[in-house]
């Protein structure tokens, strides 16, 4: 048997290499019926009613497979199901909840044994295997089915199978975020000519098709030249920077040299071509980090773009008349920048993930995407869909009731944005006049003109990270000075809170990656990583400082700060940096500086560091994380994460005393700034200054100018009586809703990641 295991072990590991969902688990039952010498092996899924669908089997008839539905809790599959623990006979017949099905034709079989699959608590399939023999299984091999079924039910509950054989009959596919928003549109499909299908060819003439492939690179980089500028009408020079990835590959002379070498070798162009864009692809898709991991799309796009110029074809250009929705197995940037402004309704990428440089573009353009959902069917050019960015579902050929919701859904989303515009220029201060400060999160400078577009009155959170992210390599003290210049000086007279590079964790540069930690939510990341390179953290302070030169509104935030020996260590660098700088003859000033309290550690050291610092800014995501000891980044467990979660309140509530004690300015820029629920527990417990994606800040402040803080404190003080997060949402909304502010919050997503439901009273 502990061959059979290790031999089912590699299967359960090949079934997930495999491309097409129906072919994992038709490859999971012959497996496991050849691996256990069985007459049957089956494989049911649950369906959203309850049904247990026969999804594939090897034994059974073949015409009961995807047509046989085992109502909920009927026979011995629902017996399995119910009572969530195997079920093992030597009969099955003799067995009272035997129920009969003539299609399966399964009389034929005695012995049975089923076990449930089981993902987050709940029964989403049961693997059955049968007998001729009037045999009950042995311990050891149920004990085997057992383990099995554990890894079918976290294989079949994340891959997109459950929405591909049993969602999509309802034309529901499930995939990864993108881009938040509701899109409604008609599918333009794009892939032209996919290059990875060329086959190699002889070449009669490589003289030619070398001055073929001289020219082509000609055409297709003036082809990216102008995309470039279409797309910079829109957008800020570091994301449509996205396009020197492109440029970048094209002028790589061994990319250029692997291509070359194809063609003496004797290949025609498109197989030479072929040959290169994969040989660098595949070292990107096999780097472990997942941002240069991600980069191998990059490779491929400009691949079937070299190839669709060759042929001469190219991106569409015809102007839609209606909206669209962008699909493909990657849809390239090219391909985005082709749709005009305010025709393009979504993007669905069939491969990818959120990491997608397709994603970072729908986010700043505001379109929403969905990445990864895997083949779909029925997929045509025309067919009208549905892009909900917030839940990442794609609805192919909606039925009629359900185009009205997300019509209105869409038509909300309109109609707040336009509420929202006349607010734009008031300011955020609540019915019994309390002002609130409302700053902006930003890390791209595409994000800059949104904040002060929405109102934001400084930048609560300049992320560092992401100039330092796109690129190959660190930026040096020029290069920060020009990016952080930019920030500085489009917020002239506000504040601007910049973040020092807060690395490690979940965020990783891709050219120097913190590797090999068991633990890295506890490891070498933020203040710990850059002190102890403190080469890299002087030259980003001189760089800040440089550029804040003349504009005086810089304020430095150190992430992860757990101890005051590494304020005190900071506060010797900063002190050095100015000496360094007044003594090159900059005319600086020392900047402001403060601390994240994003580490539970921290918040008892308040006290201590009142005299170091001159403000806080509470990292919520962080904050509750460490708390709750919850990664919401993990499919896992996030179900389980929500911020509003009593002991977050009350550590939030022992910063905010601690530091009015103080007098020390304290601000949030954590999820919680823009989650509506959250925002009226903080400013009930006397938080005045939030800092949230611009974006958000609309409706933030909307809610802020409908709501008084004396209600905001009752529903405070009702939330300390709560046990469940659940209770506090309830209490919270409810109060919302009868206050007439459900409009407020229509497709809004929660810390939890549950829509906020708050249907007009
Ligand atoms: C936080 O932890 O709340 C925070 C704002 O920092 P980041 O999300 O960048 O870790
Ligand atoms: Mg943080």
Same mark, same amino acid.
């Given at each position: 048997?502990?061959?059979?295991?290790?031999?089912?072990?590699?299967?359960?590991?090949?079934? !997930?290499?495999?491309?097409?969902?129906?072919?994992?688990?038709?490859?999971?039952?012959?497996?496991?019926?050849?691996?256990?010498?069985?007459?049957?092996?089956?494989?049911?899924?649950?369906?959203?009613?309850?049904?247990?669908?026969?999804?594939?089997?090897?034994?059974?008839?073949?015409?009961?497979?995807?047509?046989?539905?085992?109502?909920?809790?009927? =026979?011995?599959?629902?017996?399995?199901?119910?009572?969530?623990?195997?079920?093992?006979?030597?009969?099955?017949?003799?067995?009272?909840?035997?129920?009969?099905?003539?299609?399966?034709?399964?009389?034929?079989?005695? =012995?049975?044994?089923?076990?449930?699959?089981?993902?987050?608590?709940?029964?989403?399939?049961?693997?059955?295997?049968?007998?001729?023999?009037?045999?009950?299984?042995?311990?050891?091999?149920?004990?085997?089915?057992?383990?099995?079924?554990?890894?079918?039910? $976290?294989?079949?509950?994340?891959?997109?199978?459950?929405?591909?054989?049993?969602?999509?009959?309802?034309?529901?596919?499930?995939?990864?975020?993108? !881009?938040?928003?509701?899109?409604?549109?008609?599918?333009?499909?794009?892939?032209?000519?996919?290059?990875?299908?060329?086959?190699?060819?002889?070449?009669?003439?490589?003289?030619?098709?070398?001055?073929?492939?001289?020219?082509?690179?000609?055409?297709?980089?003036?082809?990216?030249?102008?995309?470039?500028?279409?797309?910079?009408?829109?957008?800020?020079?570091?994301?449509? =920077?996205?396009?020197? !990835?492109?440029?970048?590959? #094209?002028? &790589?002379?061994?990319?250029?040299?692997?291509?070359?070498?194809?063609?003496?070798? =004797?290949?025609?162009?498109?197989?030479?071509?072929?040959?290169?864009?994969?040989?660098?692809?595949?070292?990107?898709?096999?780097?472990?980090?997942?941002?240069?991991?991600?980069?191998?799309?990059?490779?491929?796009?400009?691949?079937?773009?070299?190839?669709?110029?060759?042929?001469?074809?190219?991106?569409?250009?015809?102007?839609? &008349?209606?909206?669209?929705?962008?699909?493909?197995?990657?849809?390239?940037?090219?391909?985005?920048?082709?749709?005009?402004?305010?025709?393009?309704?979504?993007?669905?990428?069939?491969?990818?993930?959120?990491?997608?440089?397709?994603?970072?573009?729908?986010?700043?353009?505001?379109?929403?995407?969905?990445?990864?959902?895997?083949?779909?069917?029925?997929?045509?050019?025309?067919?009208?869909?549905?892009?909900?960015?917030?839940?990442?579902?794609?609805?192919?050929?909606?039925?009629?009731?359900?185009?009205?919701?997300?019509?209105?859904?869409?038509?909300?989303?309109?109609?707040?944005?336009?509420?929202?515009?006349?607010?734009?220029?008031?300011? !955020?201060?609540?019915?019994?006049?309390?002002?609130?400060?409302?700053?902006?999160?930003?890390?791209?400078?595409?994000?800059?003109?949104?904040?002060?577009?929405?109102?934001?009155?400084?930048?609560?959170?300049?992320?560092?990270?992401?100039?330092?992210?796109?690129?190959?390599?660190?930026?040096?003290?020029?290069?920060?000075?020009?990016?952080?210049?930019?920030?500085?000086?489009?917020?002239?007279?506000?504040?601007?809170?910049?973040?020092?590079?807060?690395?490690?964790?979940?965020?990783?540069?891709?050219?120097?990656?913190?590797?090999?930690?068991?633990?890295?939510?506890?490891?070498?990341?933020?203040?710990?990583?850059?002190? &102890?390179?403190?080469?890299?953290?002087?030259?980003?302070?001189?760089?800040?400082?440089?550029?804040?030169?003349?504009?005086?509104?810089?304020?430095? #935030?150190?992430?992860?700060?757990?101890?005051?020996?590494? #304020?005190?260590?900071?506060?010797?660098?900063?002190?050095?940096?100015?000496?360094?700088?007044?003594?090159?003859?900059?005319?600086?000033?020392?900047?402001?500086?403060?601390?994240?309290?994003?580490?539970?550690?921290?918040?008892?050291?308040?006290?201590?560091?009142?005299?170091?610092?001159?403000?806080?800014?509470?990292?919520?995501?962080?904050?509750?994380?460490?708390?709750?000891?919850?990664?919401?980044?993990?499919?896992?467990?996030?179900?389980?994460?929500?911020?509003?979660?009593?002991?977050?309140?009350?550590?939030?509530?022992?910063?905010?005393?601690?530091?009015?004690?103080?007098?020390?300015?304290?601000?949030?820029?954590?999820?919680?700034?823009?989650?509506?629920?959250?925002?009226?527990?903080?400013?009930?417990?006397?938080?005045?200054?939030?800092?949230?994606?611009?974006?958000?800040?609309?409706?933030?402040?909307?809610?802020?100018?409908? #709501?008084?803080?004396?209600?905001?404190?009752?529903?405070?003080?009702?939330?300390?009586?709560?046990?469940?997060?659940?209770?506090?949402?309830?209490?919270?909304?409810?109060?919302?809703?009868?206050?007439?502010?459900?409009? $407020?919050?229509?497709?809004?997503?929660?810390?939890?990641?549950?829509?906020?439901?708050?249907?007009?009273?």
């Amino acid at each position: 048997m502990t061959d059979v295991i290790h031999q089912l072990a590699r299967i359960v590991q090949t079934v !997930a290499l495999a491309e097409q969902p129906i072919d994992q688990v038709n490859l999971v039952v012959e497996s496991i019926s050849t691996g256990m010498a069985v007459d049957v092996c089956s494989l049911y899924l649950a369906n959203s009613r309850g049904e247990m669908l026969l999804l594939a089997s090897r034994g059974l008839a073949a015409n009961a497979v995807r047509s046989v539905k085992i109502p909920p809790g009927k =026979g011995l599959v629902g017996l399995v199901a119910t009572s969530r623990h195997p079920v093992n006979l030597a009969d099955a017949e003799s067995h009272p909840a035997f129920y009969y099905i003539a299609e399966t034709e399964e009389e034929r079989f005695h =012995g049975f044994c089923g076990v449930p699959l089981v993902h987050t608590g709940k029964v989403i399939g049961v693997l059955v295997v049968q007998g001729r023999d009037v045999r009950q299984f042995s311990e050891e091999e149920q004990g085997f089915l057992v383990t099995l079924a554990a890894h079918l039910a $976290l294989l079949l509950a994340n891959s997109p199978l459950a929405s591909d054989e049993l969602g999509q009959q309802e034309g529901r596919i499930t995939g990864i975020r993108g !881009a938040p928003g509701i899109g409604i549109g008609y599918c333009r499909l794009c892939d032209h000519g996919e290059l990875y299908a060329v086959a190699n060819a002889p070449c009669p003439d490589a003289t030619g098709a070398l001055r073929d492939w001289h020219d082509l690179l000609v055409v297709v980089r003036r082809e990216i030249e102008q995309e470039q500028q279409t797309i910079a009408g829109e957008l800020a020079d570091s994301v449509a =920077g996205i396009f020197s !990835a492109y440029t970048m590959l #094209l002028a &790589d002379p061994a990319f250029l040299g692997h291509v070359e070498k194809g063609i003496i070798a =004797g290949n025609w162009l498109p197989g030479a071509l072929r040959q290169a864009i994969q040989h660098f692809a595949e070292l990107f898709r096999a780097m472990d980090d997942p941002y240069l991991k991600a980069r191998h799309e990059d490779i491929h796009h400009i691949g079937n773009k070299l190839y669709n110029a060759w042929r001469g074809i190219r991106a569409e250009t015809v102007p839609p &008349d209606r909206p669209v929705i962008l699909v493909g197995a990657q849809v390239s940037v090219s391909e985005i920048a082709a749709v005009p402004a305010g025709m393009l309704a979504g993007i669905v990428c069939l491969e990818g993930s959120s990491l997608s440089h397709t994603a970072v573009l729908a986010n700043a353009l505001g379109i929403p995407a969905i990445m990864g959902t895997g083949s779909i069917r029925n997929l045509a050019n025309d067919c009208l869909m549905i892009v909900d960015g917030n839940s990442a579902q794609v609805m192919l050929n909606p039925g009629a009731a359900l185009l009205t919701e997300y019509r209105k859904l869409e038509d909300d989303q309109r109609f707040l944005m336009q509420q929202l515009e006349q607010i734009r220029e008031l300011p !955020a201060v609540t019915t019994d006049g309390a002002d609130i400060t409302l700053y902006t999160n930003t890390g791209l400078l595409a994000d800059i003109s949104p904040g002060l577009r929405n109102g934001a009155q400084g930048v609560g959170l300049y992320r560092t990270e992401i100039p330092f992210m796109i690129r190959n390599s660190f930026p040096s003290e020029e290069e920060q000075v020009a990016v952080y210049s930019q920030v500085l000086s489009a917020y002239h007279g506000k504040p601007v809170h910049m973040r020092t590079l807060d690395i490690g964790g979940d965020k990783q540069l891709p050219y120097f990656p913190v590797e090999n930690e068991e633990n890295p939510a506890l490891g070498w990341r933020g203040i710990r990583f850059t002190l &102890d390179n403190s080469q890299l953290l002087m030259t980003q302070v001189r760089a800040m400082i440089r550029a804040a030169q003349g504009l005086d509104n810089l304020r430095i #935030l150190l992430p992860m700060v757990s101890s005051t020996g590494e #304020l005190d260590d900071f506060r010797e660098l900063l002190g050095d940096a100015v000496g360094q700088l007044l003594a090159e003859g900059y005319a600086v000033r020392r900047p402001a500086l403060g601390v994240m309290i994003e580490v539970p550690a921290a918040i008892s050291q308040i006290p201590f560091w009142a005299n170091k610092i001159d403000f806080i800014s509470i990292g919520s995501n962080d904050l509750s994380q460490y708390l709750l000891a919850l990664d919401r980044n993990n499919p896992r467990v996030a179900a389980r994460y929500d911020h509003v979660h009593p002991a977050v309140l009350l550590e939030i509530g022992r910063i905010l005393q601690l530091a009015a004690e103080h007098q020390i300015p304290v601000s949030l820029c954590g999820e919680m700034a823009s989650d509506p629920v959250a925002v009226v527990l903080l400013l009930g417990l006397g938080l005045r200054t939030l800092s949230m994606s611009a974006t958000k800040i609309p409706r933030i402040k909307w809610l802020i100018r409908s #709501l008084s803080i004396k209600t905001a404190e009752r529903l405070s003080q009702d939330a300390r009586a709560c046990r469940y997060p659940a209770d506090i949402r309830a209490r919270v909304e409810a109060a919302l809703a009868a206050a007439g502010l459900q409009d $407020l919050f229509s497709g809004h997503t929660t810390g939890a990641g549950n829509p906020v439901k708050l249907r007009p009273a």
